[in-house]
């Protein structure tokens, strides 16, 4: 009788290596993200019910998935706001011209007369003509824009989105118990008149500011400052008015 076969022995338990990690996935550029983001802005904002401000938005190029720079206002407006968005045309101006400038105001009707070339603003019946508080120095040519109670955007796609804010130092108008004749409402319209650039527009209302004095929605510190994104297709900029400390002057 043949012996029995000698068993085979077991291997060794294999060593053990370092732990290996998983394979990497290539990293993949968040494209959603910045628009989750603004929506995510724009929800939050939509739900305080209870607040009342304006809401501005500014995203430029690099926060963008198409390279857009976007931005976007929501009017708080006040008392009976003229919600009318009125096109001004672009227009010729002969040497020596002064372009009027108005009070700041929202309710309805923010602007009778003739002088912006609008039919909309034709005065109707019951309706006085605006009168201006002052004149600064025309150009020889204005672009066409859309307005409403703030100036909006302009033929070049230079925009502007205001949010009134808050004020150490404050003004009054000119007629008003002040000396200072530019609200933000009328430097919105003023420098979208004037600006092919966002930097170009920073400049005219800066320096129009500076000349002849800028007030805010209030003379108190809620509401005596104001604030202005203002961009177009390849950047976008903040523009701050206030009244200079011991004087009519604006910083921006």
């Not at 060593?15 to 989750?36: C, E, F, T, Y």
């Not at 600064?136 to 307005?147: L, S």
Request: glycine residues 12%.
């Amino acid at each position: 009788m043949a012996p029995p076969p000698t068993p085979t022995p077991a291997p060794p338990p294999p060593v053990p290596g370092p732990a290996r990690r998983p394979a990497r996935r290539p990293a993949r550029r968040a494209r959603g993200l910045p628009h989750l983001l603004l929506a995510a802005a724009v929800l939050a904002a939509g739900s305080l019910g209870a607040a009342r401000g304006c809401t501005t938005l500014l995203a430029g190029k690099g926060a963008t998935a198409d390279g857009s720079v976007l931005s976007s206002h929501s009017n708080d407006a006040e008392g009976r706001c003229d919600v009318r968005l009125v096109k001004i045309p672009a227009a010729a101006h002969p040497p020596g011209a002064l372009r009027p400038v108005f009070k700041d105001t929202e309710s309805y009707p923010r602007h009778v007369g003739e002088d912006r070339g609008a039919s909309e603003y034709r005065p109707r019946e019951g309706q006085a003509a605006s009168v201006p508080i002052g004149h600064i120095p025309e150009v020889n040519y204005t672009f066409a824009y859309f307005e409403e109670t703030y100036g909006i955007v302009n033929e070049h796609q230079v925009a502007a989105a205001e949010s009134t804010c808050s004020g150490r130092f404050t003004a009054k108008a000119v007629g008003y118990g002040g000396r200072a004749l530019l609200s933000i409402d009328a430097l919105s319209r003023i420098g979208l008149e004037r600006a092919r650039t966002t930097r170009e527009m920073v400049q005219v209302m800066g320096s129009l500011a500076e000349a002849h004095g800028f007030y805010g929605s209030s003379s108190n510190f809620e509401g005596g400052a104001e604030s202005l994104l203002v961009s177009d297709p390849q950047e976008g900029w903040v523009f701050h008015g206030a009244r200079a400390c011991g004087g009519r002057r604006a910083g921006h």
